[in-house]
């Protein structure tokens, strides 16, 4: 099955989808950007499961390239995926954690029979990932990524943004 791909500006915390992706830090306790806006949106909820997390399965918090789903709490989307992109760095290749990110997120919403995922353009805020390459990484990871998710929808927060990903979508 080929996963439709679409792109949109917007708040990723207003997406009425199965599954938004949080671009999280590892600690999984909420931060800037898109993690500390759907940690306020969401309400206590997520964080709480997040804590739950912490206390039991990542007690040294949750490794970059993995992910891992609470409740979406009052956010419009069932479930939140949380996963943690690299931080790029000139002086090491790191495209294989960002592709990893997509790809368990991809596998966390398989398991919860998530149809329809957003992500936000992970890695390419505060952690510094050139938006071209972060665009050209999440876009065939999705595509390359076997799942049954049948749309993932890009909702990025600029209009530089918007044109990288949408540039690599109908590219």
């Not at 390359?144 to 990025?156: C, G, K, M, S």
């Amino acid at each position: 099955m080929t996963v439709e791909i679409v792109t949109e500006r917007g708040d990723i915390t207003e997406a009425a989808v199965d599954a938004v992706v949080n671009a999280a830090n590892s600690s999984l306790l909420g931060g800037g950007g898109v993690d500390g806006a759907i940690h306020r949106r969401g309400g206590p909820s997520i964080l709480a499961q997040c804590r739950d997390l912490r206390a039991d399965r990542y007690p040294d918090g949750l490794p970059t390239g993995r992910a891992v789903a609470t409740t979406a709490g009052d956010l419009p989307a069932r479930w939140v995926i949380h996963t943690v992109g690299p931080v790029y760095t000139r002086s090491a290749d790191r495209s294989e954690l960002l592709a990893s990110a997509y790809r368990e997120s991809l596998r966390v919403a398989d398991e919860l029979g998530a149809r329809t995922v957003a992500f936000p353009a992970i890695s390419a805020g505060i952690y510094g990932w050139p938006v071209p390459d972060a665009a050209r990484i999440a876009v065939a990871t999705v595509r390359e990524t076997p799942a049954d998710v049948e749309q993932v929808r890009f909702v990025l927060f600029s209009d530089d943004v918007l044109a990288a990903f949408r540039n690599e979508a109908e590219g």
